[in-house]
């Protein structure tokens, strides 16, 4: 098992650019969610699904997008980037089946720099 | 909002003394998990802990939660230089949405 992939790794865009930031689980889980990480900051949920077909909106969603694709896969989009978006970006997916588990699996992420 | 707040923001001790970070929650919380992150990695889970009062030990890790379900903590005993990292609480209120604290990054010294 692959567990939660990220694609790309590594970014850079210039402002106004656009990109899709992808990311897959094989965990068959339900939730999944999208966070960044900016120094001191901790990390912040962006949006996140809570099963296929649904999406929410996090704590800092203004200027992101998402899909929740299938059970698998879950993008986000950035439609006209900003310097202030420069950041690492994680993805990470939970079970949420009886038992009240609450562990996150989260991907490698992806460094993304808007100059 | 929900808020977590986690101090200290940095901790610099010398190998083998011991460590604590301190996790504090705006809202009563359902559950509460603690995750390391390794420099340059990703957040890993370490533990949830779900009951009032509740102490969970990991080898030198211990964690606690507080009778109100407000606060939490991780304790390590005689550090070492494989516990470099980032520590991070993460508050859930029951739904989907978890909030993490700042993290507390911790540096040893050999």
């Known amino acids: 098992n692959a567990g939660v992939t990220q694609t790309p790794k590594f970014q850079v865009l210039k402002t106004g650019q656009s990109m899709t930031l992808q990311c897959a689980q094989d965990?068959?889980?339900?939730?999944m969610y999208w966070y960044r990480q900016d120094p001191g900051m901790g990390l912040r949920l962006i949006y996140y699904?809570?099963?296929?077909?649904?999406?929410d909106k996090g704590e800092v969603p203004n200027g992101y997008n998402v899909s929740r694709l299938n059970k698998r896969e879950f993008s986000l989009r950035l439609e006209s980037a900003a310097p202030s978006q420069t950041s690492v970006y994680f993805c990470?997916?939970?079970?949420?089946?009886?038992?009240?588990?609450?562990?996150?699996?989260f991907g490698p992420g992806t460094r993304l720099t808007v100059t | 909002g929900q808020q977590v707040m986690q101090i200290p923001q940095y901790q610099h001790v010398q190998e083998g003394e011991d460590f604590t970070t301190y996790c504090n929650s705006s809202?009563?919380?359902?559950?509460i998990q603690w995750y390391k992150q390794r420099p340059g990695g990703h957040p890993v889970f370490l533990i949830q802990l779900v009951k009032s009062g509740e102490v969970k030990k990991q080898k030198r890790l211990t964690f606690q939660f507080g009778e109100a379900k407000k606060n939490s903590s991780l304790h390590i005993t005689a550090t070492q230089t494989t516990d470099v990292g980032t520590y991070f609480c993460?508050?859930?209120?029951?739904?989907?949405?978890?909030?993490f604290g700042a993290g507390t990054r911790l540096f040893v010294k050999a």
């Open positions: 699904s809570a099963s296929e077909g649904t999406t």
């Open positions: 993460a508050g859930n209120t029951g739904g989907f949405k978890t909030i």
């Open positions: 990470a997916s939970r079970s949420t089946g009886h038992g009240g588990n609450y562990e996150q699996y």
């Open positions: 965990m068959n889980h339900n939730s």
């Open positions: 809202t009563t919380l359902s559950n």
